[in-house]
């Protein structure tokens, strides 16, 4: 959600937190700000609300200098987004940049009223300003009264502080949100992820929870929880500084999505081997063929990942699998067996609700693997193993190639399941394999229909509800095509199992509603097929995604067609995600929204 950066150096940081503040700019974010010292040792500050090129413009007439300065960019949860309640929070004595809830700080502010303490924003985030103040004026040396401070803290939490007249100290807290150190020559860096500091430096740590760190120029020194001074190990980044351009795409999202092809298969030969043509997952600690049962736990888009999977392990492996929002599972309370296999699906690995709930697992005695797309995020740092996702940074907030990638490694795992556990034999083995592996040529020749879609995009975006209807591995495409839809253009869009469209949607249809139908032509085509032509004979305008022979026995009773290549069944829902986030796009694009940046959304959820 926010995000942080921190610079302490020996030239002006202004340029250089300005840049990290439009690499976290993918988290999602309403309004933006930086804070540095003066040669004196003043906090000075310039924020804004909205996109950072308000802030710039704000610096422009009003610039800035310092040789140590911290940047925000927030995503609002305790006050509106405005230049009030933008970050850094400020007293004269202490400037403060925050990702998290502070849980009491209503009682932390009500007896800091009480001393005389003038509180002039509606956020959290202010407590910690005018607590650390507190202490400060209390007498406390800077590190005392940080450490007093943060031991009051509930709630989760990463923090950049700066305190006035003190230029040779940063500092920096953690406690559920992730936040990073990054080391240089002569300089001390702090950001919200590795991408946020790529183009400062490679050598990063990790803070683990509850640590809380001072930097100066010359390198760090790490507390615990207990005080006790520590070491993090330092980390050579895998990511560039150079990998977030648009090249040649007018918005990031489109040029996620043509890079699916890529990516898809970078992450399947990181699995497959073409000699043998088998599936070899990296070494997990413990034995595929034990496994029991399967706990797959996750968040929007990676849910409806989850969700494929639930099909493609119960039906391949032959193994039961539950699958729960991770807000959701630990309220529900379910019984856990010791040993059962729990999989933690998330692009950012720091989604709050699925480290959470991870946690939770592995309190109870499962074996938690993580697929992930950031191999440094907390959640591969806490999970018993990892499978990650090569896509590369996902600026956009809609996440496209991330979604795909996560499939295929799911795709993977089910077939390393069922090999363990004899539920396929090496000709089955090999005949999912060879579909995994034509997959990436197959998508290349899907984004081919960009302009057919960009044309029925324009009856979509007249629309003021969707219907988007699949069975089988089809239906969580239908989800995840109705949750593009609605994130990035602001229609109303509802992804149903086919067979379900009776038992209430249908209801709705008209012929202003377009339905979309993912109907490629395997067991199930038959049954969904008898829905489309329910929902022609009610007026509805269908827009039919299937492969030739599908669209040869549909017949011409769609409004629009269009015609996917043909792949083995098991791979389909790879496929077919592609068009259905181009139609998204291209209708969000229409309708002149801000594609990679939608309202009120955030890349990286890290509260609950």
């Known amino acids: 959600m926010c995000g942080i950066i921190g610079i302490i150096g020996v030239r002006n940081v202004i ?10 700019e993918y988290r999602g974010y309403d309004s933006t700000g930086v804070a540095t010292l003066l040669d004196g040792g003043a906090i000075q500050r310039r924020r804004a609300e909205g996109k950072l090129v308000n802030l710039e413009s704000r610096l422009e007439k009003d610039p800035l200098t310092g040789v140590i300065g911290i940047g925000h960019t927030r995503w609002a949860t305790h006050g509106v987004p405005n230049e009030t309640n933008a970050h850094p929070h400020a007293s004269g004595r202490v400037a403060v940049v925050h ?23 509606d956020t959290d985030t202010e407590a910690v300003v005018h607590l650390i103040t507190e202490y400060l004026e209390n007498g406390l040396e800077p590190e005392a009264a940080v450490a007093k401070a943060l031991g009051e803290l509930e709630g989760a939490f990463a923090l950049g502080i700066l305190i006035a007249g003190r230029d040779d100290l940063l500092f920096a807290a953690r406690k559920g949100s992730p936040l990073a150190i990054g080391y240089g020559e002569g300089e001390m860096y702090l950001g919200s992820d590795a991408l946020t500091l790529a183009p400062l430096t490679r050598r990063i740590s990790y803070l683990e929870d509850g640590d809380w760190a001072v930097l100066n120029r010359d390198g760090v020194v790490i507390r615990d929880l207990s005080g006790a001074e520590v070491e993090r190990p330092i980390h050579r980044s895998a990511v560039s500084g150079a990998m977030i351009g648009k090249g040649e795409h007018r918005h990031f999202m489109l040029k996620e999505i043509y890079e699916q092809p890529q990516v898809i298969g970078d992450t399947l030969n990181g699995m497959f081997n073409p000699s043998e043509r088998t599936i070899t997952l990296p070494d997990l600690p413990f034995d595929l063929a034990a496994v029991n049962r399967v706990t797959i736990i996750a968040c929007g888009t990676s849910y409806y990942a989850g969700m494929v999977a639930r099909y493609w392990i119960e039906s391949v492996a032959r193994l039961p699998v539950d699958i ?17 296999l729990a999989l933690f699906i998330s692009q950012s690995g720091e989604t709050a609700d699925t480290l959470a709930a991870l946690r939770h697992c592995k309190a109870e005695g499962l074996r938690c693997v993580s697929i992930v797309n950031s191999p440094e995020s907390t959640m591969a740092r806490e999970s018993d193993a990892v499978l990650p996702t090569l896509a590369g940074p996902e600026i956009g907030v809609a996440s496209t190639k991330a979604f795909t990638t996560q499939l295929v490694v799911l795709a993977c795992l089910c077939i390393a399941l069922a090999k363990a556990r004899g539920a396929i034999d090496h000709e089955t083995e090999a005949r999912l394999s060879k579909g995994l592996t034509e997959v990436p040529a197959r998508c290349a020749e899907a984004l081919k229909h960009d302009a057919a879609l960009r044309d029925i995009a324009q009856d979509v975006v007249l629309a003021r509800d969707v ?19 609605k994130e990035i253009s602001y229609i109303h869009a509802e992804g149903y199992a086919a067979g379900e469209m009776k038992h209430g949607p249908i209801a709705l249809i008209d012929e202003t509603v377009p339905v979309i139908v993912i109907a490629p032509a395997d067991a199930l085509f038959d049954k969904t097929a008898s829905n489309v032509q329910e929902a022609v004979a009610r007026g509805g305008k269908v827009i039919f995604f299937s492969d030739s022979e599908g669209q040869r026995r549909l017949g011409t009773q769609a409004a629009h067609r269009v015609v996917l ?44």
């Not at 729960?324 to 059962?340: I, K, N, Q, T």
């Open 99 to 121: 990702n998290g809830i502070i849980e009491n700080f209503i009682e932390i502010r009500d007896q800091l009223l009480a001393k005389g303490h003038v509180f002039e924003t």
């Open 324 to 340: 729960d929002v991770a807000s959701e599972f630990r309220y529900r309370a379910p019984p856990l067996e010791a040993g059962g």
């Open 467 to 485: 219907l988007y209807l699949g069975r089988g591995t089809a239906y969580p495409i239908a989800l995840e095509g109705a949750l593009k839809l």
């Open 15 to 24: 340029p250089l937190l300005m840049d990290g503040l439009r690499r976290l």
């Open 565 to 608: 290549p043909v792949v083995d069944p098991f791979v389909a829902p790879i496929l077919y995600a592609i068009p259905v986030q181009l139609l998204a796009y291209h209708a969000a694009v229409l309708k002149g929204t801000d594609v990679d940046q939608p309202r009120n959304l955030a890349k990286s959820v890290t509260v609950e």
